[in-house]
């Protein structure tokens, strides 16, 4: 039992994340299986793009300049897997006129013009929310850092819950059966850092968690529409748009 679940936290190390992982047992876990564990990658990323934004602000440098930092810092450990499907759905789910169309342009390793504009706001959203938080507290801009990389990815679990997948082959076909004890499982992990955050208001998870399921909610039905199901740059643009709605939800939350 304990075997499995570290073989799962290992695939899902090296499913969302660059960090070394060694090499999987054999037989290798399915994906299904390890998607509880996609917080648990989360909490590392998290952490350290909020050690590089402490310690560029303890430093002494703009707010700025720290959350570029910090953000870069979580691109870098991600390896910007998840940027890259939030680009490549939004060309794909406003460059074709049929799903087949649609699924062809994700396919596609060249970014367009809807592609671009979506990781420009990507970035620019969660920077500026990211230096209004550490503004108003420094303490609680870091542990946003965490809880919004560990949130965040519960949006492809539950995608994967939602959906069936929209190809026969890729990442999306193979994490087929994701049950819904898996989406809680993964959202009490997600969740369990709280417990010592104690500058997050209930008033303010609770808004965070709003906008995050209604946002999934309404990614499932568009990609169902559009695609005729999931796909991993359905799941990883899940992730960051799941991550910037929550930045915006804890600062309206936050607003003095």
């Known amino acids: ?44 990323v998290g952490l350290g793009a909020a050690l590089v934004f402490w310690v560029a602000a303890a430093l002494g440098l703009p707010l700025a300049l720290a959350a570029l930092l910090g953000l870069g810092a979580q691109i870098m450990l991600c390896g910007a897997l998840h940027e890259d499907g939030l680009a490549d759905l939004a060309d794909g789910l406003w460059g074709g006129h049929t799903p087949a169309r649609r699924l062809e342009i994700m396919r596609d390793s060249r970014i367009g013009s809807y592609g671009v504009l979506a990781l420009i706001l ?5 920077w500026q929310a990211l230096v209004y938080l550490g503004a108003l507290d420094l303490t609680v801009a870091i542990q946003a850092i965490v809880l919004m990389a560990m949130l965040s990815r519960v949006a492809p679990v539950a995608l994967l819950a939602l959906l069936p997948p929209a190809r026969a082959d890729g990442l999306g076909h193979s994490a087929t059966s994701v049950s819904w004890r ?27 968690l709003v906008v995050q399921i209604t946002l999934v909610l309404g990614l ?6 559009r695609l005729g199901g999931q796909t ?8 960051q748009l799941a991550e910037v709605t ?5 600062c309206i939350a936050l607003m003095g």
């Open 1 to 44: 039992m304990i075997r499995a679940a570290l073989a799962q936290l290992q695939l899902a190390f090296m499913l969302l994340t660059r960090l070394p992982a060694g090499q999987l047992p054999d037989p290798a876990p399915r994906i299904n299986a390890a998607a509880w564990a996609f917080p648990v990658a989360g909490l590392v």
């Open 122 to 126: 990507s970035l620019a959203l969660r």
């Open 182 to 208: 898996a989406v809680g499982f993964a959202s009490v992990i997600a969740l369990a850092p709280l417990v010592l955050m104690p500058d997050m208001t209930a008033l303010a998870v609770g808004m965070v």
């Open 220 to 225: 499932a039905r568009l990609a169902l529409r």
């Open 232 to 239: 991993g740059d359905v799941l990883g643009a899940g992730q």
């Open 246 to 250: 929550g930045y915006l939800a804890l």
